[in-house]
């Protein structure tokens, strides 16, 4: 379980740096902000990114759960108890899951035309979330104590 921990903990860090990235003005993938928000962002008729401010929250959000994973398998010292820590990653996990399988539904189809982000979100943005939410899930059911 280790190492799916630290798989998560990577992949965590590599989104949290990204959004950081974003948040202090970066455009990459795209040319500028509209291509780049056309890739990553993709509701009909966007045309910037969001606020500094948004893609830090973010960031931050995804920065601690970098540190559940480690946490929950003991590999890095946390003040909460195991159980917290295996329900909150299993909560995490949903809604990985939950953003991942909205990928693939029409309704988010309808919601996120532009392209590429339509392509992406098939072929990579959802089912990462569906691979980062089935980690913590795994993660979370085989770390509760019994």
Do not use: N
Not at 58 to 76: E, K, M, Q, S, Y
């Amino acid at each position: 379980m280790i190492i799916l921990a630290f798989a998560l903990s990577l992949v965590l860090l590599l989104i949290t740096t990204l959004h950081v990235y974003w948040g202090i003005g970066g455009i990459w993938p795209g040319k500028d902000a509209k291509s780049c928000a056309r890739a990553v962002i993709g509701f009909r008729g966007v045309d910037e990114m969001p606020s500094p401010v948004a893609s830090l929250a973010v960031a931050a959000c995804l920065a601690l759960g970098t540190l559940w994973p480690v946490a929950l398998t003991g590999v890095f010292a946390s003040p909460f108890p195991r159980e917290g820590l295996a329900a909150t990653a299993l909560m995490i996990g949903l809604v990985f899951l939950g953003r991942g399988v909205a990928g693939f539904t029409p309704w988010w189809r309808r919601l996120t035309p532009e392209l590429p982000f339509a392509r992406l979100d098939q072929r990579l943005y959802s089912p990462l979330c569906l691979s980062i939410g089935l980690g913590f899930a795994v993660l979370a059911i085989s770390e509760f104590p019994s």
